[in-house]
Structure formats: C-alpha cells, structure tokens
C-alpha cells in the first residue's frame, strides 16, 4: 500500500507525490518536528497537528494521503500559513530537529518528495481554500498544542506521531 498527496485530486492528471507507507512516516515525522519547532501562530500550530494526525499506526497504513486544498487552512491567514508550510519544508530538508529521531532518514528518497510538496504547496491560493474544512476540523478537536517532552512535537489525540511510529 502507499499514499498520495495531491493539491487537489479532483484535477485530472494532477502532479502527486506517491509514497510507500514507511517514507510517509518520515515524511510527516520530519515535517512536524520541523514545523512544531518554528509555528508561532495558533493556524500554524493547527496545520502541523493536522499532519501529525496523519498517523499510520492509529488510522491504517496507506490511509493518510491527503489533498493540500483539504487541510484545516484559515484564509484570512492562508498567505502566512502557505509561506509557513514551505519554511517548515526547508527546515525539514535541514535536518531540524533530526537528532530527534531514532533513526537517520535517507535522504536520497525523502529529499524528493519533500521538493515536490513545496512546488505543490506553491501552486495553491487562497480560492482553494475550503473553509467549512477548518470549521469542521475545530468542531472535532481539543487542542492544546502540548508537546511531547522526547520529540518536541505538537501531541495529537494519539498522542505523539513519531513516538507512535518508532
């Protein structure tokens, strides 16, 4: 099995990023320790809780492939959160927080897709954003962006992503 992220899968022919189960989960373990580290705003905070909920060992393998147009965005803040995402990217690509991790990821394989999410995360704007998605998402949640003490990552309900998947 493997996940796919899209800007939109409703675009036919649209680019992807396909992934195996195992490099989803660097994918999002590298993105939310690069992301719990440099969000500042509560919408920041939110969309890096959002991926780490993308947790395989709690929701089934190969069943965390997301749109990015379907992502808890707030449009009053979409161009912030949107330049945010990409920041938390290049962090990622900098190894932050990568001591972190009980393991060392290839980046060979990871770099790739992780180029491939800032170009798609470039091709969205503000008309994608959906937000009856953030309003439903809230109604869901109770956040309150503890971090787990090892990873100092934001927990989710399952606690904390890499935790979870190491």
């Known amino acids: 099995m493997s996940n796919m ?5 409703k675009i ?17 373990n590298v993105l939310v320790l690069s992301g719990s ?3 500042q705003t509560i919408d920041q905070k939110r969309l890096i809780v959002w991926l780490a909920e993308k947790d ?10 997301f749109d990015i147009c379907d992502m808890p965005w707030n449009v009053q803040t979409f161009d912030q959160d949107k330049n945010f995402l990409i920041k ?11 001591e972190c991790l009980d393991y060392r990821p290839n980046e060979e394989i990871l770099f790739p897709c992780l ?20 309003q439903e998402w809230l109604a869901e949640e109770g956040l ?3 971090k787990c003490p ?7 309900y399952f606690g904390c992503q890499i935790c979870n998947n190491s």
Not at 56 to 65: D, F, L, P, R, Y
Not at 88 to 98: C, E, P
């Open 5 to 9: 992220l899209t800007l939109d899968s």
């Open 12 to 28: 036919l022919n649209g680019e992807s990023i396909q992934m195996n189960n195992g490099l989803t989960d660097v994918f999002i």
């Open 37 to 39: 580290n440099i969000a």
């Open 56 to 65: 395989q060992s709690k929701v089934g393998i190969g069943t965390v492939g």
């Open 88 to 98: 938390t990217v290049l962090g990622a690509k900098n190894r932050l927080l990568w």
């Open 115 to 134: 180029d491939k999410f800032i170009v798609l995360l470039s091709q969205m704007d503000k008309y994608d954003v959906q937000p009856q998605i953030l």
């Open 144 to 146: 309150t962006f503890q």
């Open 150 to 156: 090892k990873h100092h990552a934001f927990l989710t």
